[in-house]
């Protein structure tokens, strides 16, 4: 079991979570210096873990950890170092440690890596490559960036389907460069295209003599090289592959996506989709000051252009305002509902359109329901409202002009919650991109000038 | 490969994507009552997507189909239908159709089923059952919801470390029912408590004489039973698992939990905070128009207090809007640039502490960094709204009013948007369930008081 050394993680609210005691040993070994204790402490933690505490620890610390550590580094901690911070991590590490730390990875590991990597940089690590190895990175660099061409891994099994499970054993038995992780066996035609997988299970309980082409799983999905790596993990996740043969586009194996890869992907697209609706883009925590003030930066001028948008709404009432004042004191609610109400049906639409639970299929049925429920939820508000109006104000016709102004703003809002993503979908824009910004122009604007028209025509 | 029939899917864009000409297909043969050809279309679809298919077609056309293809449905379709709409899909089964087809699923999916079933349904469902099959669900029910427990499947296969490899082939070629998928071998002591597990790859890679304590990989992980099913996935993603045995109190195994579960509740548990953080509970596309109007509901009436909470400070400003109507004309822009950004660093933060980035350990440079990263975008649109106030209204004083309260704002935001998901972690609320209605509120109230009480101070 690995060593899980002091008391935190003994929490189960904390499981996993990485231990400020096992932070605070590592900071005193670097400050001291002692580059053992260092090592002892670090060589205990699973890389993944050492790869979320140089993302946790300050950006000085991190500096002087890698000058005192790097030459002991190893390729899978730098694999599960956040993208954002590898070209800083590769800046404090010697050219010798990177290119021996990448050389034990997988394909797929190094390809990752590269991509984070400047020009001389690339070019020294692809020739610490073994030959065979570098031939297999520069050809899955071919692929564009996040396909299923650049997700996968040369290292496989493969069998032509005459071969008894026997055979299979044996040549296992005899491959002295196993991949580290394979769960089955790709059965090939002389093409070199898979035509079946054969389950490491299957391969097990079978007697020697059976032959593979008796055993094969012929219904199994191979993957596209250029399949963007979305739907890779969608396809491993709706139907529950744990592996899966990667072809080219004359249907020749090239290599194997593994269950993994394709779990990391679905988490990394679901926190993008989370990120995007929040108006935040592709950020880390470990991010300064200064990068992340940057980045936040375009969300808020777009929302700042659309509050503009409001306001200048508001300014065609500006009279109406000053003949009653309440309608500014009660405008902004409208406003909000709106924009909360549309949040919630776009969000529903972002998240069932990358699920793929939103299709042509059902989407007017979809868009109906959705319109409905804005407007029934729209009728249950005015009632609230009207009454909270009504006693604030004393001012029945007050009431009613929120009531109606909330129904006709609820209505819009789940008519644009659901059309403005399925447009975007439409004409290939990620709808979580750029679905919130719209959306909450288009209630904004139609809160205020719902509830002030109204009320300059029934209330003056 | 799987039959995928008809055009749409060719589309790289919608790969995967149910296909409109199947549905209609499919529900052609349910209009004309043909069985047959109604078969034959579903069992050349992956049950996942015949799953999809019952989701995305109506109430109505789904109560059809049930009746028309019930007795043919495969406990996977049940397993792979979406939670909400289990009961209904069991309304329209003969009890016999059930119980057959929950026979062939492992346990792990049985108790999945069972959760949603009601109690007469439940019983008459255990009785079918075979006994062991029996006892491993009922005791996998001990277990509290969205644990290990209830996760685990109970078929797995275990060997002790005396065993040679030619053992425990020897033993997987004589065993009738073994799991259908498993991925290594887990190695126990005699008191049944995992020591070590065999992937199945050493195990066909090793001579058969070699002993099972020779090759058996010692550093692995086992899940508690009682472990939350976040922090399993959680597990499996940050360690790269693909099995992980489970073990009781006393530390005996007791089941496994495979990759492609883990996977499934890693999506599961995303959606969940993608759609919390924008006030969507648990609904489900399919959900009817009043149940979906209901479920939304307390969330708006929520934003609807908060709001009114907003309207409650501008009303204490009315003279100062009544003597300037700009006021209320700009009041809107602070509070929603306040709200923008406070949603920011508060998405960031919920999302920080699901994937377990955001620690003790770095709390307060975290938390120091949403400030400052407040107070500098909070001064770049004080520059900005400050002039767009000048020019629009010709008056320095309120630019000069427009910044400050920005400035205050965004400061706020950052600090609101930070600290209000770490206190509701600490007090172990779901930050992402509760955080959006507190920061909205914080922001909102102190946009529209700054902006107006500088106005009351500085402008009259």
């Known amino acids: 079991m690995t060593e899980m050394t002091l008391t935190e993680n003994d929490d189960p609210d904390h499981a996993y979570e990485i231990n400020t005691l096992t932070v605070g040993a590592v900071l005193d070994a670097v400050e001291a210096g002692d580059a053992d204790q260092l090592t002892a402490l670090l060589d205990a933690q699973h890389s993944a873990d050492v790869a979320d505490l140089l993302e946790q620890i300050s950006g000085k610390e991190r500096a002087a950890l890698l000058t005192l550590w790097g030459d002991e580094i190893d390729g899978e901690v730098l694999s599960e170092v956040d993208e954002g911070l590898r070209a800083e991590v590769f800046e404090h590490l010697p050219d010798t440690a990177i290119t021996e730390a990448v050389r034990e990875l997988e394909t797929d590991d190094v390809v990752d890596l590269v991509e984070d990597m400047d020009a001389p940089q690339t070019e020294r690590l692809m020739q610490a490559l073994e030959d065979a190895d570098r031939v297999a990175v520069e050809q899955s660099l071919q692929y564009p960036d996040e396909t299923a061409g650049r997700l996968m891994q040369r290292e496989l099994v493969m069998a032509p389907a005459d071969w008894t499970v026997g055979d299979a054993i044996d040549h296992l038995r005899g491959e002295q460069d196993l991949p580290e992780n394979f769960y089955n066996v790709v059965i090939v035609n002389p093409f070199l295209q898979p035509i079946g997988t ?158 793929k639970d939103l299709t042509p299929a059902n989407a007017w049925r979809v868009i109906r329901r959705e319109i409905a429920v804005g407007f029934f939820n729209g009728c249950v508000f005015a009632l609230i409202i009207g009454v909270v109006g009504l006693l604030w104000y004393g001012s029945p016709m007050l009431g009613v002009v929120l009531g109606l102004s909330m129904i006709a703003n609820l209505l819009v809002a789940g008519m644009a919650g659901i059309l403005i993503p399925l447009a975007l979908d439409k004409v290939g824009v990620d709808p979580a991109l750029a679905s919130g910004a719209f959306v909450t122009t288009v209630t904004d604007m139609i809160g205020f000038f719902a509830f002030l028209g109204l009320a300059a025509m029934m209330l003056l």
Do not use: C, K
Request: glycine share 6%; no cysteine.
């Open 198 to 355: 054969v389950a490491l299970s299957s391969l097990l309980a079978e007697a020697r003599s059976v032959s593979l082409s008796a055993i094969m799983d012929e219904d199994f999905r191979t993957i596209p090289a250029t399949q963007t790596q979305e739907d890779v993990a969608y396809a491993f996740n709706q139907y529950h592959m744990v592996s899966a043969p990667v072809t080219d586009d004359e249907g020749r194996l090239v290599g194997v996506i593994t269950i993994d890869d394709a779990m990391e992907v679905l988490d990394e697209e679901a926190e993008e989709d989370i990120m995007l609706l929040a108006g935040v883009g592709d950020e880390s925590l470990s991010g300064s000051i200064m990068e992340t003030t940057r980045l936040r930066f375009p969300w808020l001028a777009v929302n700042l252009a659309t509050s503009i948008l409001a306001s200048v709404v508001i300014a065609q009432f500006a009279a109406t305002i000053e003949a009653i004042v309440a309608l500014a004191v009660l405008m902004p609610i409208v406003a909000s509902m709106g924009g909360n109400a549309g949040t919630q049906t776009l969000t529903v639409a972002v998240r069932a359109l990358a699920t």
